[in-house]
């Protein structure tokens, strides 16, 4: 393991941070770095966007299960050179999996050596984020999700926010209204641009500022 990945560093904390820390932390940097946050880039820009997702989900997962993060510690406190480069994760994973075994739970559902799927990882915490704006204002999903959609759409980019958050608000709410998705799963339905709507919303609404 010739690179080895620094995930306390990828997600912005110490390493003695709690369990919780780790959580709030994989929240504030998966927003930051979404893929989908970027509606008009290059194949190349998305593809860089991509792999720094993926390292931020591997970091969650490692550091977020007890057991793993004992492991990874191991490993860490025995390294002096470390890098937060998004390509040491991938490089590092499998070897990793491979020795301490990734799947240390009956939860886990990935196969063996497989880094962790980063949407899937993501969707659980955006269900999060957004359920107590969901569970407050049900059932009326559609109207609702086009006021709020607006609203949050109008301070990001005022009128033509306003209109493409309400756009998206109205798809999330209508859909969930007919089949009783959750909102990761209505979200995964919507168009690049509705995407990136919602997540710098998003963002707005939870940490004050656009990122």
């Known amino acids: 393991m010739s690179d080895f990945p620094d995930y306390y560093k990828l997600l912005n904390v110490s390493k003695t941070v709690s369990q919780d820390e780790i959580r709030q932390a994989y929240k504030r940097e998966s927003l930051k770095t979404h893929p989908d946050k970027l509606a008009k880039v290059s194949v190349e820009e998305r593809k860089i966007a991509t792999e720094k997702f993926q390292a931020i989900a591997d970091a969650y ?19 002096t050179k ?36 980063p949407n899937g990882i993501f969707a659980d915490v955006f269900d999060e984020l957004l359920r107590p ?20 759409g109008f301070v990001v980019a005022n009128v033509p926010g306003m209109m493409l958050g309400a756009y998206a608000g109205n798809r999330l709410g209508a859909i969930r209204d007919a089949k009783g998705k959750s909102v990761a799963a209505v979200f995964t339905e919507l168009g690049s641009v509705q995407k990136a709507e919602v997540l710098r919303a998003l963002a707005l609404k939870v940490f004050g500022s656009v990122i």
């Open 82 to 117: 470390r890098t937060d480069a998004p390509g040491a994760s991938r490089n590092f994973f499998t070897q990793f999996a491979s020795t301490f075994g990734a799947s240390t739970g009956a939860a886990d559902t990935q196969p063996e050596n497989a880094q962790p799927d």
């Open 133 to 152: 704006e969901v569970e407050r204002h049900a059932p009326w999903w559609s109207w609702i999700g086009t006021a709020c959609g607006g609203g949050l």
């Open 61 to 79: 997962y490692v550091l977020s299960d007890p057991k793993r993060r004992r492991e990874y510690d191991l490993l860490y406190n025995a390294r």
